[in-house]
């Protein structure tokens, strides 16, 4: 399992992880409001865990 926990400063009320082996889609009609937004070392960091997850690396 791996996990990325997000720093502060993305809008969100408290720190949150994402389970980068449960990744799955999701219906644009099933998405609300935007609550935060990524950074770019976050994002970045997400993108790594992604790649070595899923063997692209």
Known sequence: MTI???TSGNGLAATGQLMVDKITTVSR???????GKLGRNDLQRLHQAAVVFLGLA
Do not use: D, E, K
């Not at 009609?29 to 609550?35: D, E, H, N, V, W």
């Open 29 to 35: 009609r099933r998405l609300g409001a935007c609550i």
């Open 4 to 6: 990325c926990a997000f």
